[in-house]
């Protein structure tokens, strides 16, 4: 779950990109991903504003399941049509394994959500997976589209703010697969007590039931 290296991988993402991370988007789809972001980029474009003047779109489903793949694609849709889209990926948010519920939700919104519905930047201090703690602090610009990846992104709390919602999905075995092919071997554990954790809450949430397009495994529209 260690957050990716984004540099040069969207047209504007807030990542802080820390040396030494591995890389998600190595192990990550591409297959159909392109196709996928023009459709949604189409999508998000015909609706209007919700949260202030950003439209923000939720790009949620279990790890390992093509999020941060589909996220930079459909930014880069967006900025090569002159749209400025930030992304904002939640594994830099979460408080470690355990930070799927807990404060990350009214942090994001203190942080970055409620400052962009008053047109001010947003700025939220990013955890640091290596030394298990908060360390610097990454600033968000206001965008016109705010592209928001991760697990838990969809959740009930977005709905009245999203003007588009995704759920990413692929196989357990694919995800858990990916998952440890960036992370390592010796975080098998952490991995699967995530995947319990993240199953109860997509059930409670109903986050894929809820969504406005669904993704496949390798990029390509599911519904």
């Known amino acids: 779950m260690t957050p990716r290296d984004d540099r040069g991988v969207t047209g504007l993402s807030v990542s802080s990109g820390e040396p030494g ?34 439209r923000l779109v939720c790009v949620d489903g279990p790890a390992g399941s093509g999020k941060s793949t589909l996220a930079a694609r459909l930014a880069d849709r967006l900025a090569a049509g002159g749209t400025q889209a930030v992304v904002v990926h939640l594994d830099d948010l979460y408080a470690g394994w355990s930070g799927l519920e807990g404060d990350l939700w009214p942090r994001l919104s203190a942080q970055v959500l409620e400052p962009l519905r008053r047109q001010l930047p947003g700025r939220y201090q990013r955890y640091d997976w290596v030394a298990g703690e908060f360390a610097d602090w990454v600033d968000v610009p206001v ?5 928001l990846e991760g697990c838990g992104a969809a959740r009930r709390e977005a709905a009245a703010d999203a003007a588009l919602t995704v759920w990413v999905e692929a196989p357990a075995g ?25 199953a109860a809450h997509f ?18 529209m599911a519904g």
């Open 143 to 147: 965008p016109q589209v705010l592209v």
């Open 174 to 198: 694919l995800r858990l697969e990916r998952g440890l092919a960036r992370d390592g071997a010796d975080m098998r554990t952490h991995w699967l007590t995530w995947m319990e954790t993240e």
């Open 21 to 54: 991370r591995p890389s998600a988007t190595s192990h990550a789809p591409v297959d159909g991903s392109e196709g996928a972001a023009d459709v949604l980029a189409d999508r998000v474009l015909a609706t209007r504003p919700r949260l202030g003047p950003v």
């Open 203 to 220: 059930a409670r949430e109903r986050t894929r039931e809820r969504a406005d397009a669904r993704i496949d495994a390798y990029g390509k």
